[in-house]
Structures are given as C-alpha cells and as structure tokens.
T-cell receptor
C-alpha cells in the first residue's frame, strides 16, 4: 500500500528555536497533504491543508506565521514550527490521500513527530 | 462530514472477535465509512472503508446497515497487538477533504 514517510520521529529543542518536520509520499504523488496535531490523551486535530504550489489553508485558531507550511513538490510537504515554546510540544502527524481514478481513495498517515520544547 | 458516535472504551478477550460499533445517523449518500486505528505514539493506520456493501480484507470486516446509519468493525481474532484507539469516520473522499477525527473507541485486548 501507499507509504507516507515523516521525519524526524522525535525532536527536542530549546525554546525560541525553529523545527522543521518533513512529510513525503514515497510511492504516489499528493497534490494535497494534511497536518494534524495531537496532545496527550486527545484525538487528532486538523491544523492545516497543504496544497502543492499554493498557500496552505489553516484551521481556525492555528497561527499561519507560527506554523509555516511549504508544499514545493508533489511528494514533499514541510511544517516548520517557528520560535517554538513549551506549549507547542505535541505529536505532529501528516497525511496524504493517494491519487488515481475513482472516488475510493484512502488517506495514509505518517508515523508522527513528537516535539518537545524545553 | 457526518458526525460519528462510538463507545469510549471496550474490552475483548484475546482470540475472540472484537465488534466495534459506530453510529453515523446523519451520513449523506456520498460519504464513505472509514475505520482507522492508532497504536500509542504512532500515526493512524488505515483498516478498511466502505460505502454501502459489507467489506472484508486481511485485517477486518466492515458491516454497514442497510440504512447506512450505523456500522460495525469486526476483528475476527483479536490479539494483544490490536490494542489501540479505533476511529470511525464518515468522509466524502474528495481530494481536498481531510479526515475529521472524533474521540474513537479505546479497545483493550486482554490475555
């Protein structure tokens, strides 16, 4: 099946620094990718929709200047957490829908990135 | 996407079938029923999805009622590795439509 690769799996950084998370679709092209955030013991919350070649669409309450999304190619989207603070510590997950004909297409998820800001 | 309702938790004995229910009474005609699961500290894993007919794959079976207002995910022989949070999601499956996650059902498989 389709594979979405996310890197790094975990990162620890100091407050005020920026962290970049990569999401790659390995065997299919994805014009659209989605970024989620998950706090402990909670469900996944959609942060933004990443569109190849255009600006991302952010959910209400998500700061676009803090969470920079770049979708420069059909197989790569990046999320940069700028000037990270402890409250940004969370599990970040990307996903992409497989391309192709027909309506029955699955959404695949990366393995997630655990961000800890000290 | 239509709202789905799932029990917060369930237990299942190892080796027995796990039947996870989901209500989606407001599902529209073009929305599929998707099931994903999330094992601790991992990304969600696709299990199965369907529109009207029952579906089966190597992981599970999906039974959808005729009126499509509810469905059941069946893990025929649960193992300890099936312990996870299971999410039932109604989604129109268009290219730009993300999956919206509810709280899911926490399934505990007990030895």
């Amino acid at each position: 099946g389709a594979v979405v690769s996310q890197h790094p799996s975990w990162v620890i950084c100091k407050s005020g620094t920026s962290v970049k998370i990569e999401c790659r679709s390995l065997d299919f092209q994805a014009t659209t990718m989605f970024w989620y955030r998950q706090f402990p013991k909670q469900s996944l919350m959609l942060m933004a929709t990443s569109n190849e070649g255009s600006k991302a669409t952010y959910e209400q309450g998500v700061e676009k200047d803090k969470f920079l999304i770049n979708h420069a190619s059909l197989t790569l989207s990046t999320l940069t957490v700028t000037s990270a603070h402890p409250e940004d510590s969370s599990f970040y997950i990307c996903s992409a829908r497989e391309t192709g004909q027909g309506r029955s297409r699955k959404l695949f998820f990366g393995s997630g990135t655990q961000l800890s800001v000290l | 996407d239509a709202k789905t309702t799932q029990p917060p938790s369930m237990d299942c004995a190892e080796g027995r079938a796990a039947n996870l229910p989901c209500n989606h009474s407001t599902i529209s005609g073009n929305e599929y029923v998707y099931w994903y699961r999330q094992i601790h500290s991992q990304g969600p894993q696709y299990i199965i999805h369907g529109l009207k007919n029952n579906e089966t794959n190597e992981m599970a079976s999906l039974i959808i009622t005729e009126d499509r207002k509810s469905s059941t995910l069946i893990l025929p022989h649960a193992t300890l590795r099936d312990t996870a949070v299971y999410y039932c999601i109604a989604n129109s499956n268009s290219g730009n439509t993300p999956l919206v996650f509810g709280k899911g059902t926490r399934l505990s498989v007990i030895a």
